[in-house]
């Protein structure tokens, strides 16, 4: 079974729009991270954030912003007012405690184009 | 800043040949990750080392073995490769338990 769920495929957004991407996991852990990353065209993928589960603040990081919500398993992604740079495959992933040696799973990835 | 280096941004090989992909980090991470990432499949990982000369099978290890004598230093080796090893392979490192991964450029490997 798929531990994380990234559903929409690829999304295009005109410059400026305001563009949100879905992560919705799947853990009996009590204890796990989530992390996003982008990738952009060159190929390298890029640590965004990472979070633990005890913590469900949300996070803004310029205009980067991401939701954590527990009771629904879902930690979402925004990208406010998007740039032609913002164009990247963003993948979400998750990590468990149980494993204990940092294995990560990650979704499918968003493809996100960003049209100037 | 954490560093991942990777020996070669592109590779053509012929089938049935040895590969040899290395990957180096310079921040003394103890674990280090090999994957591969295929269109519609997303990353999937091949084996990893949380230690020298300590190493796991991940998800898709057939056809692949590593190699870890230095702690710095990670090697993926395909046997004898085979057309359906054509993909991108990324390595990564990550300090401890649970903390972030970083990730190299990758290496797209062509098998022909």
């Known amino acids: 079974a798929q531990k994380v769920t990234q559903a929409q495929t690829e999304i295009s957004v005109v410059e400026k729009e305001d563009v949100t991407l879905d992560c919705v996991y799947e853990?009996?852990?009590?204890?796990?991270?989530l992390f996003w990353y982008k990738q952009p065209p060159s190929g390298e993928l890029v640590f965004l954030i990472r979070?633990?589960?005890?913590?469900?603040q949300n996070e803004i990081s310029g205009r980067y912003s991401w939701n954590f919500q527990k009771s629904t398993s879902s930690f979402n992604f925004t990208i406010t007012a998007s740039q032609v740079v913002d164009s990247a495959v963003y993948f979400c992933?998750?990590?468990?405690?149980?494993?204990?040696?940092?294995?990560?799973?990650f979704g499918k990835g968003n493809q996100v184009v960003v049209i100037p | 800043d954490v560093k991942v280096t990777q020996s070669s941004r592109y590779l053509v090989k012929r089938t049935g040949e040895k590969v040899f992909l290395e990957c180096v980090q310079d921040?003394?991470?103890?674990?280090m990750f090999w994957y591969r990432q295929d269109p519609g499949l997303g990353l999937r990982l091949i084996y990893f080392?949380?230690?020298?000369?300590?190493?796991e099978k991940g998800d898709i290890p057939e056809g692949y073995s590593v190699s870890r004598e230095k702690k710095e230093r990670f090697s993926l080796i395909l046997e004898s490769a085979s057309t359906n090893q054509t993909s991108m392979y990324l390595c990564?490192?990550?300090?401890?338990?649970?903390?972030?991964?970083?990730f190299g450029p990758g290496t797209r490997l062509t098998v022909l």
């Open positions: 990564a490192s990550s300090r401890s338990r649970f903390s972030e991964q970083f």
């Open positions: 853990t009996r852990d009590t204890t796990y991270y």
């Open positions: 979070r633990n589960s005890f913590d469900e």
């Open positions: 992933a998750l990590s468990e405690a149980k494993n204990g040696n940092n294995r990560l799973a």
């Open positions: 921040m003394d991470h103890e674990n």
């Open positions: 080392s949380y230690d020298v000369k300590m190493k």
